[in-house]
């Protein structure tokens, strides 16, 4: 089996001095990646990461022999001068502040720039000594910004990929970093870069533009992944005995007060002291809450030798001290404040006995407490959230209660509005969220990386390509099975056309649809963006017997009840007349290029423009509607000389799963075949099901979640001639 390399500062194991050993680390990269099946994502993990060379050479001898959990650890010797300046003077004082918009904080010297260079220098040279032809290298944050570019000058045929775990920032802060070119080049040189939010995307695609005045092909392997936990963990944590006995604890102190809980790092990115005021503006605002409400602080303590938090904690004391001697009484603390680690049973308990948990965050790569929060609550007591929206986590739960930590009076008004949230909404609303974090898991994150990254390599690609006699192995399987078989039309069933209303299907395969459609066995559904109109010119009026979809299963036409029927709710439409302003600018600038609107989706087409200029434009444009539509319910999609924007409920992925819920009775077997970008939303919506067997066929050989390939369009009556014998 392959190898995927995981590369990150730290290794998921620390050496404890006072034990004389190593043990486990924790975080969320670690349990993201302990959870793993290697046979599922179809490599072994192996990780590399640095330690510094005071570790005795036996100790990492004893490393080696005695690996810690299923994660084989390769650590990397650097010398710990050159290691303290490249974390202390340049992680720590420049990326750090610069990435999280603390330009104030930001101190460059030569030196750190100097040790950073040698020590991701070090790392890339380990990775070429230890990599294999097989493998793939998936390197991980801030730290280690340079090693993409520096192994590529050496292997330049390795896949990598890289996470970046903490905010991308703005270009226009971006830019203030001295040596921004040489990172950005470096991290081009990757094959997939991931991010935790849209916006961190956009400022990474702006940077690059304004840097380095253009965007990259490779964009299409940027993506957004936001990292989860290990829900079922701290959902079992949740009644463990400890955690018991902490509620009880804790309760006897609790009395009826309503319990606000934060949970920080000591950091400046946390907000701490927006948060400490707008708690005091709300006591001031709302004197009927006094001794009703505890704000329950806890501060982990973080790198206590450095002066700037050294102040902030001094900061944070002052003014908790300042708050409780203002409202407090002898029977009242308002502030309740803990300066040291937590275990996570007591954390727990505190998840568990508090009606709001408060994230402040001036900037935050994602915050995974809030998400802990949710996985640790019971339905008999439901929570709230107070989220900032310059939190990553933001983007992920869907029912917490957005906050701008700089505004000291409306987060002291939404903290009443949280401590008064109607329990019954509270209930659904929480389940929702963990309804959803049950599903998407610490594991899931990281094989969704794994799978873009590790796609199959042209070599691969071949031995799955459909054969010369048009027979893939699989079917010889279809005989006397429940077949469903769901087809994409332009450029799938119907060869592309430079106008698109002048596509038609070729006789042949009217031909090969019409004897599909009357087997007993097989039900085969088209679903198309074309529009209900088109549809009807195309399948409705040739009398086919035929399910047909259309604007991307927005609609549906049903032979037998002769009527069209809307699949999706009427979503606002008001972003509609923006797009449209954006696709005029583009078409009057781009010769040839034209706009279609499908009702629930809009195209922009420029197959007939110049084509360098087109796909300059279209790189230029598919960045603006992203960051222009940010906040729309909508998703932008570039396929194949086209760019279009589509209702987020206009999706062939929904309508498929949609579809299959509500047949009578499952399919054995079900086969999706198309050539476009819409189409992977199909591809992996079916390969997610647990109770159907998929086969999944991309036409071309793009990148593509399919597992076979169909190298063009003029192949396709090939394979759906054999398809028919093989029913």
């Not at 710990?80 to 004082?93: G, P």
């Not at 039900?523 to 979809?549: C, L, T, Y």
């Amino acid at each position: 089996m392959s190898r995927c390399l995981l590369v990150s500062n730290r290794l998921p194991v620390a050496f404890n001095s006072k034990l004389n050993t190593f043990v486990q680390s924790s975080g969320g990269l670690v349990s993201a990646i302990k959870g793993l099946d290697s046979k599922k994502v179809g490599f072994d993990i192996e990780w590399i990461g640095i330690l510094t060379d005071e570790i005795r050479t036996e100790k990492l001898i004893e490393l080696n022999e005695n690996p810690i959990g299923n994660i084989p650890c390769h650590p990397v010797i650097v010398p710990k001068k050159i290691y303290e300046d490249y974390y202390n003077l340049y992680c720590n004082n420049v990326l750090w502040p610069l990435f999280h918009y603390e330009r104030n904080l930001v101190r460059h010297k030569t030196a750190g720039w100097e040790a950073y260079v040698k020590v991701n220098r070090i790392i890339a040279d380990a990775i070429v000594e230890r990599v294999k032809t097989d493998d793939v290298l998936w390197v991980h944050d801030f730290q280690l910004l340079l090693v993409p570019g520096f192994v590529k000058e050496k292997l330049p045929g390795l896949r990598i990929g890289f996470f970046l775990h903490i905010p991308f920032p703005s270009s226009e802060i971006f830019r203030e970093l001295p040596e921004r070119e040489e990172i950005l080049r470096s991290l081009l040189s990757c094959d997939q870069i991931g991010f935790h939010d849209l916006s961190y995307l956009n400022h990474f695609r702006s940077s690059i533009h304004r840097i380095l005045g253009h965007l990259s092909e490779s964009e299409k392997m940027w993506g957004v992944y936001p990292i989860s936990i290990d829900s079922e963990h701290f959902n079992i944590l949740a009644s463990e005995n400890e955690t018991m006995n902490f509620i009880e604890r804790y309760q006897q102190n609790k009395k009826m007060m309503k319990w606000i809980l934060g949970v920080d790092r000591l950091d400046y990115i946390k907000g701490l002291i927006q948060k400490l005021k707008a708690f005091k503006t709300f006591l001031r605002e709302h004197p009927e809450e006094r001794e009703k409400v505890q704000f329950v602080q806890v501060v982990i303590p973080s790198r206590t030798d450095v002066p700037e938090y050294q102040l902030l904690r001094d900061k944070i004391e002052q003014l908790v001290s300042n708050i409780n001697g203002e409202f407090g009484s002898p029977a009242w603390m308002p502030i309740y404040y803990l300066y040291h680690s937590v275990t996570e049973f007591e954390l727990s308990a505190l998840y568990q006995l508090s009606e709001v948990l408060f994230i402040g965050s001036k900037r935050d790569g994602m915050n995974l407490v809030s998400l802990e929060y949710v996985m640790s609550k019971k339905s008999s007591h439901p929570g709230v959230i107070l989220m900032s929206e310059f939190a990553g986590a933001h983007s992920t739960l869907s029912y917490a209660m957005s906050i701008n930590p700089w505004d000291t009076n409306d987060t002291a008004n939404k903290i009443k509005e949280a401590l008064t949230h109607p329990e019954v909404k509270k209930r659904n609303e929480m389940e929702a969220m963990k309804k959803f974090l049950q599903g998407y898991t610490s594991s899931d994150w990281a094989k969704a990386i794994l799978r873009d990254l590790v796609w199959k390599p042209k070599k691969e690609e071949i031995s799955h390509l459909l054969p010369e006699d048009g027979k893939f192995s699989w079917m010889r399987e279809l005989k006397g099975k429940r077949i469903l078989f769901f087809c994409d039309l332009d450029g799938t069933l119907a060869p592309i056309s430079p106008h698109p209303k002048d596509v038609r299907l070729p006789g042949q395969t009217i031909e090969l649809l019409h004897a599909i459609s009357d087997k007993n066995n097989c039900e085969f559904v088209v679903i198309s963006g074309r529009d209900k109109e088109f549809m009807e010119e195309q399948f409705i009026d040739h009398d086919f017997n035929i399910p047909v979809a259309a604007c991307h299963g927005a609609y549906v036409y049903l032979p037998k009840d002769h009527n069209w029927q809307g699949l999706i709710p009427n979503d606002p439409t008001n972003w509609k007349e923006k797009v449209m302003e954006i696709f005029n600018l583009y078409t009057k600038r781009t010769p040839e290029s034209f706009i279609e609107d499908k009702g629930h989706a809009i195209t922009w087409h420029y197959r007939n423009s110049p084509q360098d200029f087109a796909d300059f434009l279209a790189s230029k444009l598919f960045f603006e509607l992203e960051e222009t539509l940010s906040n729309q319910p909508v998703k932008v999609n570039r396929g194949k000389k086209v760019i279009e924007v589509k209702s987020m409920h206009a999706n062939k992925g929904y309508f498929v799963q949609n579809w299959i819920q509500n047949l009578k009775s499952r399919p054995d077997i079900v086969v999706a075949l198309g050539d476009d970008t819409t189409d992977e939303d199909m591809f992996v919506s079916i390969q997610d099901r647990k109770d159907i067997r998929p086969y999944c066929i991309k036409v071309g050989n793009e990148k593509s979640h399919a597992h076979y390939f169909i190298k063009d369009q003029g192949s396709v009556n090939i394979f759906l001639r054999n398809f028919l014998v093989s029913l």
